[in-house]
């Protein structure tokens, strides 16, 4: 790093999936932060897959973006590129850190690296993933702890699991809460909301909203089945919307075998961005009762929208929704039991949607992006002094 430059960072984007789900709104959330402040303190260069390069040069006017190569939109010739064509890069530009966002690194990057380690669940909660999936993100996780200048997290309960389970240094790790886009998430018109009750097929329906993917951790076959207990002999009983990625949890077309035939379950799958404010702010409910997250941005984009929020005190969903959200467990009689009580009442959902709203203000991508810079700053300054 020359004197009197700022650090040039190289941030790696190459791992946001089309759909835009968590790390793909983790990193367009980043990075919007960085263009808005103009790299917050540091030089920026991004190398993104083709698709996302002319949306990301958009974004960060004043900062380099590259397009990597085609074949790296597929996932295992991305993890080779990692290891090979991404430390070039960064010898190629300059770069006095590299910033992975997902996990992996490169083993040997020519350079300080910072890597965002999501969550620990792939060891708190094995069982919700397929070994293979599990091993690697495991190995990945470890192998980020050991390579890392510095790790990023975006909770404390992320880091303290870490730390507990896998004796991370404390010191290394740098926790940035994930922000919320207001422009994107916001409480919706009464227009927004009828369009999308319009496309649900459910004009003159209440419903009860999940979004998110089908994992296993998502808990959305116990949710399901709780939020049957909690209906079925209502006279007009709320429907259950389940949208987002398809994911691999076959025990979710188990429960949906057993809905009654009077109850209205539906799975639109990825729903138009557009549309998520009037989802979730059109919803009675916006339920997720995760067995755990590292973070927990559905319930938080849903409290910006004014959805009540039901979900689990698990990990990290508490520091998030703090005391604007209403909890429950992951047993599908206590979800029915919960569930049933908000919507039996209706001034503590709106207590709880006003009080979602105010707190959601407090998670922007621009204090998550100023941790960030200072996380690099630190890992480039600590180089400089071991050279």
């Known amino acids: 790093m020359t004197a009197g430059r700022p650090p040039r960072v190289l941030i790696d984007a190459t791992s946001v999936p089309a759909d835009r789900g968590g790390v793909g709104r983790y990193v367009d959330g980043l990075l919007g932060a960085l263009g808005t402040q103009n790299g917050g303190g540091v030089e920026v260069t991004v190398v ?47 770069a006095d850190v590299l910033h992975s966002p997902f996990y992996t690194c490169p083993m040997r990057a020519g350079c300080p690296v910072t890597v965002t380690v999501h969550d620990a669940t792939f060891f708190t909660e094995p069982e919700h993933y397929d070994k293979s999936r599990r091993t690697f993100f495991r190995s990945a996780i470890k192998t980020s702890l050991r390579r890392a200048s510095r790790v990023i997290v975006p909770s404390k309960a992320s880091r303290d699991e870490l730390i507990r389970l896998l004796n991370a240094d404390q010191a290394r790790i740098d926790v940035a809460y994930h922000g919320v886009d ?117 319930i938080l984009e849903a409290m910006a929208c004014g959805a009540p929020v ?3 005190p698990r990990l990290s969903l508490p520091e998030v929704g703090g005391d604007a959200v209403a909890y429950t467990s992951e047993d599908p009689d206590r979800i029915a039991t919960d569930l049933a009580a908000l919507l039996d009442d209706e001034s503590r959902r709106q207590a709880l949607a006003k009080a979602g709203v105010d707190r959601a203000k407090e998670f922007t991508w621009e204090s998550s992006a100023e941790v960030h810079v200072a996380s690099w700053s630190r890992a480039a300054s600590l180089a400089k002094i071991a050279g």
């Open 48 to 94: 993104a897959l083709r698709t996302d390069a002319e949306r990301y040069t958009r974004m960060l006017p004043t900062a380099d973006v590259l397009a990597a190569p085609a074949a790296v939109a597929h996932r295992p010739a991305r993890l080779a590129w990692e290891q090979t064509g991404l430390p070039l890069l960064a010898q190629q530009v300059g």
């Open 182 to 298: 207001a422009d994107a998430f916001h409480v919706p018109s009464d227009e927004e909301k009828a369009r999308v009750r319009a496309r649900l097929g459910l004009a003159g329906t209440d419903y009860v909203a999940f979004l998110g993917a089908k994992e296993p951790r998502k808990n959305v076959p116990n949710l399901i089945r709780g939020w049957v207990r909690a209906v079925q002999d209502r006279p007009t009983p709320p429907a259950l919307v389940v949208a987002g990625g398809q994911g691999h949890d076959d025990d979710i077309d188990r429960a949906v075998a057993d809905v009654p035939a009077h109850l209205r379950l539906l799975r639109p799958g990825y729903l138009r961005y557009a549309d998520l404010p009037g989802f979730l702010g059109g919803a009675l409910v916006a339920a997720y009762p995760s067995y755990g997250e590292g973070f927990g941005l559905p």
């Open 310 to 312: 039901l979900t689990t």
